[in-house]
């Protein structure tokens, strides 16, 4: 059987490819070089003499063997026959179990799923709505107290300071809220302005009733009522306000002691200053100890928010009072001249002071942290007298 394919080898190979084949052929039968034209009918002639010579050996295939492919051609119906008869039943019953997959399982969950789909955009969209709903209804609360006829109050900043706490609070659960047009110009004509001005009533009222011991006594509830409605409108604004009234009396009492650095005589005024306005910052400090919120305090709350340390507000006043303090008078001293002589010969002058003057600076006598940091600030001078 090998030796009647011997001839058509090429074909049976399992790389054949007609294409290849044809152009193989007409290269085998194109080798005059002498001429430019293409010679096609030698290679139709070729394939078409091959064709003749398979079915002529096919016929004489059967001929030879009639009984033998009979036979064959009968086994090859009845296996089929067989392998047909045998698993109708269960192809029918697969057909059957999966058309029923389809109808019963699959195509109901498609549904379902886009069913599934469509819910949970109009699920999105209905908390949007009722987000927006909510927001606009602050706002009018807002819009409301702003167009009364009543001024501006520590109260009334109080309750505005809420609303626009509840607004943020909105906000920041629903971060699509932002991208309602209603509510950009909402924010743009009403609650930004607004929000601005409480900002500015509640640390300009707070910088009044602590400008001074006396104020601040008088005003303690409205006190309170400033620094709560601050950290309701934002924890960065309670602390940054109560910062910036604290270094507002750190400025004045660091120009002060630093004049006396030309003239020493004028010191123990300039301490009474330090320590008045010490003990206006201890005060305020016992304030926020006194005023509680959840779980903490107001201290605690200002504490933990001062970078890059914790800082208490009377840590925050001594520390920048002493830290200014000291880099001037170590300039000044270093310069030399009479200046660094009389500073030299007036140090024991200078802690004298302090420690009298410190006992001003608190109603009890917890100042000898605040006492020794002043102390540090003309440790140059014990030190080079060393």
């Given at each position: 059987m090998a030796d009647d394919l011997e001839d058509f080898e090429a074909f049976l190979e399992e790389d054949f490819g007609a294409s290849q084949f044809g152009n193989d052929l007409l290269r085998a039968t194109n080798v005059d070089s002498a001429t430019s034209e293409l010679d096609i009918d030698t290679s139709i002639k070729k394939i078409n003499y091959d064709i003749g010579e398979i079915e002529s050996r096919i016929e004489k295939l059967i001929n030879d063997n009639p009984m033998q492919i009979l036979d064959q051609v009968s086994k090859t119906r009845s296996l089929r026959s067989t392998a047909s008869d045998g698993l109708?039943?269960?192809?029918?019953?697969?057909?059957?179990?999966?058309?029923?997959?389809?109808?019963?399982?699959?195509?109901?969950?498609a549904k379902a799923q886009k069913l599934q789909n469509v819910l949970s955009k109009v699920h999105q969209t209905s908390i949007l709505l009722r987000d927006a709903l909510i927001y606009i209804h602050l706002v009018n609360n807002i819009k409301v107290l702003n167009d009364s006829k009543t001024p501006l109050s520590s109260q009334k900043a109080l309750e505005l300071a809420s609303l626009h706490s509840q607004l943020k609070l909105g906000i920041d659960q629903s971060a699509n809220l932002k991208s309602l047009g209603l509510i950009k110009k909402l924010d743009m004509e009403i609650v930004s302005p607004s929000r601005k001005e409480v900002l500015n009533y509640l640390t300009s009222s707070?910088?009044?009733?602590?400008?001074?011991?006396?104020?601040?006594?008088?005003?303690?509830?409205?006190?309170?009522?400033?620094?709560?409605?601050?950290?309701?409108?934002?924890?960065?604004?309670?602390?940054?306000?109560?910062?910036?009234?604290?270094?507002?009396?750190?400025?004045?009492t660091v120009q002060a002691l630093i004049k006396t650095i030309n003239f020493v005589k004028s010191f123990p005024p300039a301490m009474q200053i330090a320590a008045r306005r010490g003990y206006v910052v201890q005060q305020l400090q016992?304030?926020?100890?006194?005023?509680?919120?959840?779980?903490?305090?107001?201290?605690?709350?200002?504490?933990?928010?001062?970078?890059?340390?914790p800082l208490t507000p009377r840590e925050l006043y001594w520390k920048g009072v002493a830290g200014d303090f000291k880099k001037d008078l170590e300039v000044s001293y270093k310069r030399g001249g009479p200046v660094g002589k009389v500073l030299e010969k007036s140090q024991g002058f200078l802690e004298q002071t302090i420690r009298k003057n410190m006992i001003h600076s608190s109603d009890s006598d917890d100042y000898s942290n605040d006492m020794q940091t002043m102390l540090n600030s003309i440790s140059i001078l014990t030190t080079e007298m060393h």
């Open positions: 109708r039943p269960s192809l029918d019953y697969l057909d059957m179990s999966y058309q029923r997959l389809q109808e019963e399982v699959l195509e109901p969950y707070l910088s009044a009733d602590c400008a001074d011991c006396d104020r601040l006594k008088e005003n303690k509830e409205n006190i309170v009522t400033l620094i709560q409605a601050l950290y309701n409108l934002s924890p960065s604004d309670f602390s940054s306000a109560l910062q910036n009234v604290i270094l507002s009396h750190v400025a004045p016992l304030i926020l100890r006194d005023a509680k919120i959840e779980n903490s305090t107001f201290l605690n709350e200002f504490t933990s928010r001062m970078k890059p340390k």
